[in-house]
C-alpha cells in the first residue's frame, strides 16, 4: 500500500452507465485513502455522424496507467470504447488500460459445440479486439462463464472478475434462523450458489440441468448419473459437501434462493420457479446481476408471479419502461467493483 502513488493512475468513464461509475470511485477513493474523480472526456459528433470525441488532457496520459470504465450494453458504445482505448494507449501512450466493464455484450455469443460453429464467435473477436486496441487488463461483472477468462488468457489480457455477492442482502429478506436452499438452474451457476452458500449458515446448494437449444431456449432435464458426477466434481473442488440434485431433493418446505448472472426474459426463471411451488417450496427468492430486460420481460418474469422478492443488480441502468414500483429490490455492485479494482490495482503496481 506505500508503493501505491495515485497520481500514476489516471480514472476515465464511458457513457454507459456512468452514475455507477462514480459510486465505484467513490468507495475504491475510500479504500484508497484519497477522494477520486474521472477525467474530462469531450463527447462529441460531427454533423454527418462521424464521431469526434476528444481526451483534452491527452498530454499528461503518456507513461500512465488508465482505468477506464465502461459498461458495454450496446453495440455502439462496444465500437466506442475501442476507439477511445486505442487513443489512450497507441496515440497518446498510456503505460497500461485496465477496463471495467460491468457488463460486456457479447457475454455468451461463443459456443465451442459443434453445432453451433454457425454462430460467429463474437466474445473472443471482441476480446481480440480490446487486446489489440491496447486493453492490458480486465474487470467484468459476475461473467456469464469461463470463457472471458479463457480467451484473456490466450491474449495477455490479466482478466478478474468481480463476482456478486446477494448474501448480506438475502439474510436481511429471509426470516431469522431459518434454513435457505441456493438453487443453481445449471451445472454452470453451482460455483456462484456454493459461494453464497459459504456465506449464508443453515444454508445448502441444490441444482437442475439445463439445456440450451439453437432457438435459445432453456429446458431442463434429468440425468441422475451426471448429477452425481457434479456432485463428487463440485465437491472435491469446491471443499463443498451440502450440495444436492433437484430432483432427488424433497423441495417442501423450503425457501429457494435462485441467483442468475443475469435476467433477459424472465422465462426460464418464472418456470423454474413454478416448478419449484409446485413442489412444494414454501418461498422463492430471485436474484441476479445483470438486468437484459428485453422486451416484454416484465409480463413474462410476473406472470401469474411465483416469487417472494426479487433482487437486482445495476449494471445495466433501468430506466423508467424498465421498472416495476417496487417488485424488485435494487442491490448495487459498486462495492465488489471496488474492491476488485482495488485488488487489481495492487497486482498493477508490482508488474
Known amino acids: ?11 476515465y468513464s ?9 459510486q465505484v470511485l467513490k468507495i475504491l477513493g475510500e479504500y484508497l485513502g484519497t477522494p477520486l474523480r474521472f477525467e474530462y472526456i469531450d463527447f462529441g459528433v460531427w454533423r454527418d455522424g462521424c464521431p469526434n470525441d476528444k481526451i483534452p488532457n491527452y498530454n ?16 455502439v458504445a462496444m465500437l466506442d470504447f475501442l476507439q ?3 487513443a489512450f494507449r497507441k496515440q497518446y501512450g498510456a503505460k497500461k488500460l485496465l477496463a471495467v466493464i460491468p457488463f460486456l455484450l457479447p457475454r455468451r455469443c461463443d459456443h465451442e459445440e459443434a453445432e453451433y460453429q454457425f454462430e460467429i464467435n463474437y466474445l473472443s473477436h471482441y476480446l481480440e479486439m480490446m487486446a489489440f486496441c491496447g486493453v492490458t487488463n480486465m474487470i467484468v461483472c459476475t461473467p456469464h462463464s469461463e470463457a472471458i477468462k ?19 442482502a438475502i439474510k436481511t429478506i429471509v426470516p431469522g434462523a431459518e434454513e435457505i436452499s ?47 458426477e457434479i456432485i463428487s466434481k463440485y465437491s472435491q473442488e469446491l471443499d463443498y459437501q451440502s450440495i444436492t440434485y433437484a430432483d432427488s431433493q424433497d423441495i417442501t418446505g423450503m425457501n429457494i434462493v ?34 437484459v430486460c428485453v422486451n416484454g420481460w416484465k409480463y413474462t418474469l410476473f406472470d401469474q408471479s411465483p416469487f417472494t422478492r426479487i433482487l437486482a443488480g445495476d449494471t445495466i441502468p ?15 455492485v459498486a462495492e465488489v467493483l471496488a474492491m476488485t479494482i482495488y485488488r487489481m490495482l495492487m497486482e498493477m503496481e508490482k508488474s
Open 150 to 168: 479463457r480467451n484473456c488468457e490466450r491474449l495477455g489480457i490479466e482478466f478478474m472478475p468481480a463476482n456478486m455477492d446477494f448474501s448480506r
Open 84 to 86: 477511445l482505448a486505442m
Open 14 to 22: 464511458g457513457k454507459g452507465n456512468r452514475p455507477l461509475g462514480e
Open 258 to 291: 435462485i441467483i442468475e448472472d443475469e435476467m433477459s426474459s424472465g422465462e426460464t426463471a418464472n418456470k423454474t420457479a413454478k416448478k419449484l411451488r409446485s413442489l412444494g417450496a414454501k418461498s422463492i427468492y430471485f436474484a441476479f446481476t445483470n438486468p
Open 318 to 332: 433501468r430506466d423508467e419502461s424498465n421498472r416495476t414500483g417496487g417488485k424488485i429490490i435494487d442491490v448495487s
Open 1 to 11: 500500500m506505500e508503493r501505491f502513488n495515485v497520481n500514476n493512475y489516471l480514472f
Open 60 to 75: 499528461n496520459l503518456e507513461s500512465k496507467h488508465v482505468i477506464f470504465f465502461d459498461s458495454l450494453f450496446q453495440k
Open 182 to 228: 441456493i438453487y443453481s438452474p445449471d451445472e454452470g451457476s453451482i460455483p456462484r450458489a456454493i459461494a453464497h452458500a459459504k456465506n449464508i449458515s443453515n444454508s445448502q446448494v441444490i441444482f437442475d440441468l439445463k439445456k440450451r437449444h439453437k432457438n435459445n431456449r432453456a429446458e431442463i432435464v434429468s440425468d441422475n448419473k451426471l448429477a452425481q
